[in-house]
């Protein structure tokens, strides 16, 4: 049985410490916890492990996973290297989608492997997250053997690993963030025009993410550029200017910035001119 340490049972650690009891093929050593009350209800949810209320308590363990917040990471690291509790060819990660392994150097020094180990899952609420887990990738990075046993470990909680090569993380939360986050800002803005055009709300509501929905699943099957419809990728450039028009100005930088975005992606589909003069509506057009 493979032994993993928790260091911060929140909702990421207390539901992968779940779902790698659940798989019936780690045990968990110890759960750092910051106060006694938090401690029960966490424990009681991954239904194994001691209470570890400093770092110097831990049990020894196989893998260390460190789920406290990204802004804790390189200070907890760092005290877990200094109470020394961590032997070498122990697997310590994190789970941050935007910060790298390396942030885990001082316990790299004292001979352990590292890894960040970044699930692409909201894990809102625990007892739902293990439920709904399976088939979630999971982006591994760090040292070699730090990423072999990762690798293992993810496919064991349910998950489908995948290797981000040095350097790629930022890039790999950029990419995450600008879908998960810029849908939802998109979504509004799209609403809020609607609202603009005396729509109800619920109307508005099954319009919008219904036409949403159906050209995120014409993206899946075709490509971006292949599901491309509309008055950018026809050339028309009147069309913009007229909805330029009508946009309050808050708005009108998002759909200049998404327009020239989109004029790039339209790529052949657009002559010459076409192109000119949409990026000309773009970026320079008042309200007409
Ligand atoms: N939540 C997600 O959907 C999600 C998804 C992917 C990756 N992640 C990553 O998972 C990690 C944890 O995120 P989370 O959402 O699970 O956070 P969270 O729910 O806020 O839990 C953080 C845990 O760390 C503890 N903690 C905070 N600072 C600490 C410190 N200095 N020393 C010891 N323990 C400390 C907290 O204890 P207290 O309760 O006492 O404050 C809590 O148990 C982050 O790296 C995050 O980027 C999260």
Redesign the pocket.
Known sequence: MITLNV???????QSVARLAVDSGLYQIGGV????AS?AAKALDFIGAGQVCLQLTDFPAADLWLL????S??S??AQQLATAKVVKPGDVVF????ALEAKILAPLQVQGAHIASL??A????DPARAVVTFAGTPCAIEGDVAACDVLQQFALDIGGVPFALAEGGKVAYHAALSMAANYLVTLADLSLQTANQAGIAPETANRLVLGLMQQTLSNVQVLSPASALTGPIVRGDAATVAQHLSVLPESHQAAYRAMGEATVALAGERLSEIQRTSLMTTLQVSSPI
């Open positions: 260091i911060g049972p929140g909702r990421l650690g750092l916890v910051r106060s938090s789920a406290v917040p990204d804790s990471i200070e907890v994190h789970a941050s989608g970044h699930p899952f909201s894990f809102a």
